[in-house]
């Protein structure tokens, strides 16, 4: 710009050389260009100001750039950090549910072990208190040995007698295969008593005069007449307690002592009769079988039960149970005990079945309260109605139908009754000595066969009415049902202690629950062993659950 400034000046010079009017105008030119210089000069300073500065700020924006790279990467490495704090707090969120799962099993745990010591403890003191009841008990039984002692060295055993022991059993009917085995057990009772008294020295023998009364009522009267116009005192039998309650007023009359290894119904739980049960009364049987059923599941209860003394009295005990365990009971349905078709009984269970099914699904029990007439109620139940064997509970059962071989082994209603379970209850006790001597000796006689409940009952009745008799020193009814309480207290026998209760009726603790199954490669069906019920607790243990 300088350069183009001279050579306008130079230019005007050169006018003005030619020119001699034109040397104002060139002074005029000189100072305006030295002005214009000046301020070109200032502009040049400027343009470097502002071009330091553009520098300058060139430096701030590659600073600022620089620190904002930095701040990505610092705020990507907080995203991460952020992620993984979210990470950490879910996994933190996951470890407080598995402490409070771990707190929860700790404290389920702690209850268990506390539920366990004093569980224990109660057991202990019920085994010191069993033990101190024991001793008093031995103390009797040595009384009752010295007493014994003494009529085996006068009185009956020097008369060279033969006392002959009444039995009213069904070997015909719906509870023979239990009579059959009553009547085994018995004999052998009577061998080991001959036995007995012939090595202490004693004449005296006994014998039992059976007799069929086939679950009927007034055979069973005749039968007994018959017994006592012979002389019998005592007698064992009968099996059921329809029987028993027709039979007590002529008993009572005629002073016969009865005596009877089946559980029997609670309007015969009478003082001072000539009743006496070896076997729990339908009360304490109602309480296991309403447990039983409550345990399993269930929330209502049809019952199928024989019109009949047991059938109405264990129905009648159950329900109640039931009721105050919270069940509902539906229907009690009663039939004919000499029915054959079970058609409208059955129809009547499927429709009660269908409306309680509705309002409780998979939680209506159907309990069975009958003898061996069951094979013929799930024979035409699976031709009828079979939807009624499918229920996810099983049927259930009582000691009319527990460890009977004739249901389990029956070619059609045991497999049925395999499908349905039939956990049954029976009265139960633990073995001891004279329990396996009797069992071992029951399968040499009777190969094949199995002494039972009814098997070890009736062997310990025909001791308790030849002790008795021993005891009251003379074959006399009256005597005898006097003295029997005393005799039973204090004898151990199969069952263990046959303490009786006020009723004249056995004092239990514990029940068995048995079921129908198929075992291993097997195809017949079995009872098995499924559980055991307390009467201390109210607590059914399961070894083997329906």
Not at 235 to 247: E, K, M, Y
Not at 250 to 257: E, G, K, L
Not at 300 to 308: K, S
Not at 451 to 465: E, K, P, S
Request: glycine letters at 6%; hydrophobic letters at 40%.
């Amino acid at each position: 710009m300088s350069f183009v400034l001279s050579l306008k000046a130079t230019l005007i010079l050169l006018l003005t050389v030619a020119g001699g009017s034109l040397g104002g105008v060139g002074y005029y030119y000189q100072a305006r260009a030295a002005d214009l210089n000046s301020q070109v000069s200032t502009l040049n300073n400027n343009a470097n100001s502002l071009s330091n500065q553009i520098a300058e700020l060139k430096a701030d924006i590659a600073n600022l750039t620089s620190q904002i790279s930095q701040l990505q990467t610092v705020n990507s490495q907080l995203n991460q950090t952020s992620v993984r704090i979210q990470s950490l707090e879910d996994e933190l969120v996951t470890i407080n549910s598995q402490l409070q799962s771990l707190e929860t099993q700790l404290n389920d745990e702690i209850s268990k072990v506390q539920s366990l010591e004093s569980s224990f403890q109660t057991q202990l003191d019920s085994l010191n208190a069993q033990l101190a009841a024991d001793q008093a008990e031995i103390d009797q039984l040595q009384v009752q040995i010295s007493q014994l002692q003494t009529q085996l060295a006068s009185g009956l055993c020097l008369s060279s007698r033969t006392i002959t022991i009444g039995e009213l059993l069904d070997l015909s009917d719906g509870l023979a295969t239990q009579g059959l085995r009553a009547k085994a057990g018995s004999a052998l009772a009577i061998s080991d008593i001959n036995s007995f008294l012939s090595a202490a020295g004693c004449n005296l023998k006994f014998a039992t005069s059976v007799y069929d009364y086939s679950l009927d009522a007034a055979r069973a009267l005749a039968d007994l007449q018959s017994l006592a116009a012979s002389g019998a005192q005592v007698v064992v039998g009968p099996l059921n307690s329809g029987t028993a309650q027709f039979l007590l007023p002529y008993a009572d009359s005629n002073h016969i002592v009865l005596i009877s290894p089946s559980s029997t119904s609670l309007a015969l739980a009478i003082p001072d009769d000539y009743l006496f049960r070896t076997a729990p009364n339908d009360g304490v049987q109602g309480l296991v079988d309403a447990r039983m059923m409550i345990d399993r599941g269930a929330s209502a209860v049809l019952i199928v039960e024989r019109h009949d003394s047991f059938g109405d009295h264990l129905a009648s005990a159950t329900a109640a149970r039931f009721t105050a365990l919270g069940g509902h009971v539906i229907d009690i349905i009663p039939y004919d005990i000499l029915t054959t078709d079970f058609t409208p009984y059955l129809s009547t269970l499927y429709n009660d079945f269908q409306i309680a099914n509705s309002t409780y699904p998979n939680r209506v029990a159907m309990d069975f309260i009958s003898f061996e007439e069951l094979a013929q109620i799930i024979t035409q139940a699976e031709q009828q109605h079979p939807s009624l064997l499918d229920d996810k509970l099983p049927w259930f059962g009582t000691d009319g139908e527990a460890q009977d071989p004739f249901l389990s082994g029956d070619p059609i209603a045991g497999p049925l009754l395999a499908k349905v379970r039939l956990p049954s209850t029976i009265y139960a006790f633990l073995n001891n000595t004279k329990t396996d001597r009797l069992y071992s000796a029951f399968a040499n006689t009777y190969p094949g066969d199995i002494c039972d409940f009814y098997c070890t009952g009736a062997y310990d009745d025909v001791w308790l009415a030849a002790l008795a008799t021993l005891q009251a020193g003379s074959y006399n009814g009256t005597r005898i049902q006097a003295i029997l309480p005393t005799v039973a207290s204090n004898y151990y026998g199969v069952t263990g202690w046959l303490q009786l209760d006020q009723n004249g009726d056995r004092a239990v603790t514990l029940y068995q629950i048995w079921k129908v199954a198929i075992q291993g490669t097997t195809t017949t069906p079995s009872w098995v062993i499924a559980g055991t019920w307390d009467s201390t607790t109210d607590i059914i243990t399961w070894t083997n659950p329906p």
